[in-house]
Nanobody, 118 residues
Framework: QVQLVESGGGLVQSGGSLRLSCAAS????????MGWYRQAPGKPRELVAT???????NYAGSVKGRFTISRDNAKNTVFLQMNSLNPEDTAVYYC????????????WGQGTLVTVSS
């Protein structure tokens, strides 16, 4: 069984920073794209950022220049450094990864809440 476990969410004031982490564990042969998504109350889940195994990144326009995604392939971990946070960034943040176990799997974490106060 493969799972993703996020950490690092919490409450922060507007203008502050947080760093999210997501570690994959289980019977893992390899991991391709890893990413972060978020879902604010009453809104659909949206892409925040993705990173491919080679390091290529993609960001939503709303976070470009403020958020940085990175990964440690040796530790099967992806990070999201979030700076200059504003109340519109308040959401549950979900980690996502394409993981090869006995077959390719799309795996989601349980989510971590980020709350930005004004």
């Amino acid at each position: 069984q493969v799972q993703l476990v996020e950490s690092g969410g919490g409450l922060v004031q507007s203008g502050g920073s947080l760093r999210l982490s997501c570690a994959a564990s289980g019977s893992i042969v390899g991991i391709d794209t890893m990413g972060w998504y978020r879902q604010a109350p009453g809104k659909p889940r949206e892409l925040v950022a993705t990173i491919m195994v080679g390091g290529s990144t993609n960001y939503a326009g709303s976070v470009k220049g403020r958020f940085t995604i990175s990964r440690d392939n040796a530790k099967n971990t992806v990070f999201l450094q979030m700076n200059s946070l504003n109340p519109e960034d308040t959401a549950v943040y979900y980690c996502n990864a394409a993981i090869y176990s006995k077959t390719w799997l799309e795996v989601w974490g349980q989510g971590t809440l980020v709350t930005v106060s004004s």
